[in-house]
């Protein structure tokens, strides 16, 4: 999995020799957005998939022990909410839907692309995974809890 991810600079260009997704905006406007991020991921999941066709616009994770994975969480006693923003090709405009979002919202650990994936972000490399694993766990509880059984 660590041969999948790449390093970029500010302006999305590869560091690495390997080519940059279309998608590389995505990816520079959260490290701009919050200063403290080191890595962020891009998660093609098949739950974030599922639950931005259950949920449409947010998904609400709350009461879930597994929430104190998300860093600065220290209780199950957390409401974190998962934005679902629809799926766009022009990626410019994707990100600026993205970054309003962001600018009016606090503690936001991710967001999912409806029918695409998912993105969390973290300190490092490590934290940005533990994130990641933490979250597709969450949704997959979520998704069975409406009935919708994921393999």
Known sequence: MLDDIMLINSEGCSLDGKKPSAEARLHTSLYSHYPRV???LHLHSLNATLA???FREELVLEGYE???A???IETHDS???IPIFPNDQDIPRLAAYVERYMDSHQAVYGYVIAGH???TWGSSVREALRHGEAL???FECEIRMQGVKAT
């Open 38 to 40: 080191g890595a962020v």
């Open 52 to 54: 931005s066709r259950l």
């Open 66 to 68: 597994l929430l104190k």
């Open 70 to 72: 998300l860093s600065g």
């Open 79 to 81: 409401r974190v909410v």
């Open 117 to 119: 994936g998912f993105y």
């Open 136 to 138: 597709e766990f969450l």
